[in-house]
């Protein structure tokens, strides 16, 4: 696709700059540039009063849908065919200050250049933050963005019960984000997603934009293992029925899988909690998570396959029950090659260095792919940290990334599907 003869605004980088650190005081975890704002907990609920704030300030038409998704328009009328960015604003419990929160404030300052240069646009724009992309505190992940392109419905979204026994629909009430917007949401005309790659790849190879290919499949399993508990001292290990000795080859097998399989696939266990979870007793149960990834869907499935197979050897050997819950479960996603096409086009226009790459991460663009032609772009991301309170990335890239997707915004109104 050639690349249509598009206005052009400057983005104001250091009000961009400015707002990312507003933001990020809020949950600020201290001594360190990183934040804690769960999904639906009270930092969220600062975070989002603040980001609708400057969303009313420009103008904008704000709606809040019955997940306590939010989109800001230019349109009085809403999204509905709009040129869409937007990310999330929820963060892991050790998260850093720039995952989601740039690309959505990074659309918020796309709108407000745009605005402040008085340029009349074919099509509108809009900007979108979606609940709890990360997933953390209820699963599945990408949750708001999977139920605003009708893949969970509003009543399985209010029903989901935390891992702190809370539940969707009584802590968005709670924070007051059930809003009245239908969900399934308007359909846009096209969505951007500007995010840091949180990997290494750009950092190491010294690239300053990731044109985004397509998203990685997801999966992710708790298992509940349930054992005898029994006193340290006396039980023989023999007679042990013990479901940390199981949870602990599961953690093995697991990475054990990954390096057989190769390639793209990674393996994770993120989260295990024992009870009762005291030094002189036999566990009585384990919980953990599996988090498996790989941009080959078949691939994938036998990774899934070779967990359940050695899972339940390793259950069998030490007589532990196994319960496997599915909490998230996604297919690899690739990204409209047009948009896809545009990204890496303007940003060779204006000299930057790109690649195309994968995603590791789960992102909200994976969903809004079902609906509309999506597209992502990466900005490096210091020696590929993530999901930690020391994710850095340079100003110049953060700036560098929103000009482009300022570009590719702009361009994507003249361009007809
Ligand atoms: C979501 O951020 C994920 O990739 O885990
Ligand atoms: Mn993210
Ligand atoms: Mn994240």
Redesign the pocket.
Known sequence: MALPNSPSVSINGERLLERIAELAQIGEIEGTKGCSRLAFTDGDRDGRDLVVTWMRDLGLTVTIDAVGNVVASTNSDGASGAVMAGSHID??GT?GRY??NLGVLAGLEVIEATLAAGIELARPLAVAFFSN??GSRYPPDMMGSLAYVGGMSVEAVLEVEGSDGTVVGEELDRIGYRGSAPCPGVTPHAFVELHIE?GPVLDKEDIQIGVVEGVQGISWTELTLVGQSNHAGTTPMSLRRDPMRVAAEVVVAARSIASEIGGSQVATVGSLHLHPNLVNVVPASATMTVDLRNTDEALLQLAEEQLRIRVAAIAEDEDVTVESRSLARFEPVEFDERVVEQIELLAEKTGLSTKRMPSG?GHDAQMMARICPTGMIFVPSLDGI??NPAEHTDEKDLIAGAQLLSDTMLALTEVDW
Do not use: I
Request: net charge negative; no cysteine.
């Open positions: 963060t892991v998260g995952d989601g992309e990360e949180q991460a993530s999901h």
